[in-house]
């Protein structure tokens, strides 16, 4: 399970297609990328989803802020990743 979301976080954390982007959309994206990723699976039964996204929701916040702490926000990561100047 951590390593198909540590992947979906990575994909969407690096994503500058949406530079506007802040982190609660982020959280959103990752989440919701992942839930359909179970479902297509059929790894979880619907009377848990509403439980599986609340969970999901804060261990993506809590990935977040690892990766980008000791950043300003989400842009400021994304600059200084991809090696442009601010």
């Known amino acids: 399970m951590q390593d198909e979301l540590l ?3 990575h994909k969407y954390l690096l994503d500058m297609t949406q530079p506007h ?7 959103y994206d990752v989440v919701a990328a ?3 990723h179970l479902m297509n699976s059929g790894n979880v ?8 996204e609340e969970y999901l929701r804060e261990e993506v916040w809590d990935i ?3 990766k980008t702490y ?4 989400l ?3 994304r600059k200084k990743r991809s090696g442009t100047a601010c």
């Open 75 to 77: 842009q400021e990561y």
């Open 64 to 66: 977040y802020h690892k």
């Open 7 to 9: 992947s979906i976080f």
């Open 34 to 36: 992942y839930m359909l």
């Open 45 to 52: 039964p619907q009377q848990y989803l509403d439980l599986l």
């Open 21 to 27: 982007q802040d982190k609660d959309e982020l959280v």
């Open 70 to 73: 000791g950043y300003f926000n």
